[in-house]
């Protein structure tokens, strides 16, 4: 088990920044707008010969019983809690303020090791405000710049007797480079290694409920919940274990239409939103079940499926419906026609505030994985396409025959097939679609995105020579 260290202070004194900066990637959002951060995120930190679980907090400041603020303030002492140390960040430059003492009393109370960290203290601005840390009675306090890594010499001095040095720790696979790592093995489905998490990615319109539902998921109050809409800001993942399979959730934060979204920091989360879209599995698209199947939700399962991710749609609020059975029968069949793309794709009902339906969505998260890392042997696909070819070959284009002599799947993660033959450039984007429904029918590949590339043999005739046959080589 590695340590674990929350980073603690007021508004905007650079606790993303210093987060940032200790996992060595831009995971939380940065602004100069105060209290960008509200959920509290963890990553791996690395610090010279250190490695230790870092976590990020929302900025400490009093606030009214009930407000947003106050569960902001919650979250962070729910994280100064679990903490076994704290890094306490002021501001340098602007020396100590009347709100850093109390909280400075706070952290002293939690009787746990307290490292003050004085931070923007690059230039002699700064150093002037370092010295009136002393003031706080945290110790010495270390002069840091986030911003450009000065000091963190210092840090590490300071956390190894803390933390101690242990060897050969993992690498933290929030956003992995590769998401597909693929083989060539013929198989029906490729699983992922058993001790990778199934990452699986939460997103949806504003006060879908998104928060909610994991929380309800895991069983606490992890992530910042309110009937405000846009509390949630970063991508924050949870770790959670469902019938001994471990899964990473990802939270993000509430799409709306591109036209609407005007402020930097909501293009940032949005942003930020996305990329937890890019590195997840599967993608569950959380509908209000009172208004569902707005133009921006199939705008957001358009881009997932752009992106070939395996796409599951949770009917969120499902208590507040009348008429369940008939209204769920009308909206599966409502999603069919408005996703063609996706067609089969599981529509599961739910609730995340009363906890009804969590079972059924991750059943069908985990079969929407199945589907996604299906791999059909070539001889069972050949023999599906030679049957098909002989009751609806490809039209004729311009009067030149179009030939398809085979088929591959090269890959799954998603299903991706490659048709061999002459004239395929020529072939018409509604054959491709109808091979495309009968795959998914066939091999029963239902609510997942499919590839089909092309591979046309070379012209002997194009350059003037003509060699009697074609060539079959890739282009």
Partial sequence: MTATVAIIGRPNVGKSTLFNRLVGRKLALVDDTPGVTRDRREGLATLGPLRFTIVDTAGLEDAEEGSLA???????????????????????????????????????????????????????????????????GLGDP????????????????????????????????EFPADADGEDEADIDIDHAPPEKPLRVAIVGRPNAGKSTLINAMIGEDRLLTGP??????????????????????????????????TEKLEKLSVSDGLRAVRFAEVVVVLLDATIPFEKQ???????????????????NKWDLVADQPGLLK??????????????GVACVPLSGLSGQGLEKLMEAVMKAADVWNTRISTARLNKWLADVLSHHPPPAVSGRRIKIRYMTQPKSRPPTFVLFGNQLN????????????????????????????????DNPYSDGRGSGRDSDKKR
């Avoid at 020529?426 to 092309?454: S, V």
């Fill in 330 to 343: 009308e909206l599966r069949e409502e999603c069919d026609r408005m996703l063609a793309q996706v067609r």
């Fill in 426 to 457: 020529d072939l018409p984007k509604a054959y491709t679609r109808y091979l495309t429904h009968g795959l998914r029918e066939t091999f029963n590949l239902p609510g997942t995105p499919i590839r089909i590339n092309t591979r046309t043999g």
């Fill in 228 to 261: 405000e809409a846009g509390i949630t800001r970063d991508s924050i993942s949870v770790d959670w274990s469902w019938r001994n399979r471990t899964v990473k959730l990802f939270d993000t934060a509430g799409m709306r239409k591109r036209a609407r979204i």
């Fill in 70 to 136: 106050h569960r902001m303030r919650a979250q962070t002492e729910v994280a100064m809690g679990d903490a076994d140390i704290i890094l306490f960040v002021i501001d340098a430059r602007a020396g100590i303020t009347p709100s850093d003492r109390p909280f400075a009393e706070l952290v002293r109370r939690s009787g746990k090791p307290v490292i003050l960290l004085a931070n923007k203290a690059e230039g002699g601005k700064g150093m002037a405000g370092t010295y009136e840390a002393y003031e706080l």
């Fill in 297 to 315: 939700d199939l705008t957001i399962v358009d881009l997932i499926e752009r992106e070939g991710r395996a796409v599951v749609i949770g009917l």
């Fill in 142 to 173: 270390i002069p840091f710049s986030a911003e450009h890594g000065e000091g963190t010499a210092d840090l590490a001095q300071a956390l190894i007797p803390l933390i101690g040095i242990e060897d050969d720790e993992d690498e933290d696979d």
